[in-house]
């Protein structure tokens, strides 16, 4: 969407989320979507502050963005304040789009840390913390959608300010930290694995983050051991290592079945991390 919205501006032509404007049917005008796209603070204001009969949370493009939205998916912090003072309407934060994304979900899935944390901070203060929580049409929290393309500090401020979102799957069944391997952003593997200690490891097809560590062991060989070590230690700490160990994939091959059958350099540190654990996995781990 954030992609959309750039080269319709770049190309200077009329986004058709604010077309044919009406005084009345509530659609944000050409001239406030630009605004707030191109992070024009000043105008922006000036803007709402002349179309006061109507509220701030009314003024939606044809894709129900509102203005805080906009601003979250192209990352201007000052005009989410400013846009968020302006109204004070608290509203702003919950509304959901036709994707049902909240401006959060916008900002973590562009990877814009410092307005993922202005978000973050401005639902806590006014109460409505359960917002970090929410999911959109496909089921995928704030944390899945910048765990997903890698965005690590978006990641880490999300864990800290919710570390019980590590612990949800969308709607495919997927975790949040097996999103974070398949990224290949160890920096979010590391902040969900260390500070989430209920963290869900799923993801697609009865695989989980440790399947993912050693799917990636043939181009991360450098990297993959430490990811694993941290997995075997949330795995013990929650009791689950033996389940995760024993989950199987295609033709009936557990986690550990695999890692024996791939010697990649990163693999024997695999296993030796494994055979380190107080738990046992049932299938035979070969060296």
Not at 87 to 102: C, E, H, I, P, Y
Not at 205 to 226: C, D, E, T, Y
Request: net charge negative; with cysteine.
């Amino acid at each position: 969407m954030g992609l959309h919205h750039c080269i319709q501006l770049c190309t200077g032509s009329v986004p058709a989320a604010a077309a044919e404007p009406s005084a009345d049917d509530g659609m944000m005008s050409t001239q406030l979507y630009l605004a707030v796209c191109e992070g024009r603070h000043d105008q922006a204001l000036a803007l709402l502050a002349a179309d006061h009969h109507v509220a701030v949370s009314d003024q939606v493009s044809t894709e129900r963005n509102n203005v805080l939205h906009l601003a979250a998916e192209q990352g201007h912090a000052e005009l989410i304040q400013g846009l968020y003072d302006r109204s004070g309407d608290k509203s702003l934060l919950s509304s959901q789009n036709s994707a049902l994304d909240t401006p959060l979900h916008c900002a973590a899935r562009a990877g814009h840390d410092t307005s993922v944390s202005l978000l973050v901070q401005l639902a806590q203060d006014c109460g409505e913390e359960t917002i970090l929580l929410w999911k959109n049409k496909a089921g995928d929290t704030a944390m899945h959608l910048a765990a997903r393309l890698g965005h690590d500090k978006a990641v880490q401020v999300l864990v800290n300010a919710a570390p019980e979102l590590a612990s949800e799957v969308n709607d495919a069944g997927v975790s949040p930290l097996y999103l974070a391997v398949m990224s290949r952003s160890e920096a979010s593997v590391r902040a969900i694995t260390g500070n989430c200690i209920h963290a869900s490891a799923a993801g697609p097809s009865s695989q989980n983050a440790l399947h993912a560590a050693v799917f990636q062991g043939s181009r991360q060989s450098l990297i993959i051991p430490a990811w694993t070590l941290k997995f075997a230690s949330i795995f013990v700490r929650s009791h689950n290592l033996k389940r995760y160990l024993d989950t199987v994939v295609c033709q009936e091959w557990s986690a550990c079945y695999w890692i024996g059958s791939h010697p990649w350099p990163a693999n024997r540190t695999i296993v030796a991390a494994l055979r380190s654990t107080s738990l046992r996995p049932t299938a035979t781990i070969r060296s």
